[in-house]
């Protein structure tokens, strides 16, 4: 299984960046699909999930209405709209697959078996 991550960049606060995964190896209709950042200094965080079917969404506080997590699953690939970037959202974005996660873990990393390289986003005030 393979995640591979992109989209990544510098932009400037207020900027729009699309950030895309796109899985091999898996049936990814199957995965439920997610989001985490490490930015510096700090742990890694949930960001945003979206489970098989797509009907289900969670979205971490700090990136919701602002943020749109999506699933492709003809082209095995999940995407990341952020708008209204911050400095803060500065990170290391990775995106992460596993194929069963109840709702209530969809936040939590441990519940993720696989994990892209991750792709760098800088927001530069």
């Known amino acids: 299984v393979q995640l591979q991550a992109s989209g990544g960049g510098l932009v400037q606060a207020g900027d729009s960046l699309r950030l895309s995964c796109t899985a091999s190896?898996?049936?990814?209709?199957?995965?439920?699909l997610a989001w985490f950042r490490q930015g510096p200094g700090k742990e890694r965080e949930f960001v945003a999930a979206?489970?098989?079917?797509?009907?289900?969404?969670a979205y971490a506080d700090s990136v919701k209405g602002r943020s749109a997590i999506s699933r492709d699953n003809a082209k095995n690939t999940v995407l990341l709209q952020m708008n209204s970037l911050k400095p803060e959202d500065t990170a290391v974005y990775y995106c992460?697959?596993?194929?069963?996660?109840?709702?209530?873990?969809?936040?939590?990393?441990?519940?993720?078996?696989?994990w892209g390289q991750g792709t760098l986003v800088t927001v530069s005030s």
């Open positions: 979206i489970k098989s079917g797509g009907a289900s969404i």
């Open positions: 992460a697959g596993s194929r069963s996660v109840i709702n209530s873990s969809m936040r939590i990393a441990q519940a993720y078996n696989y």
């Open positions: 190896g898996l049936t990814f209709r199957a995965y439920t």
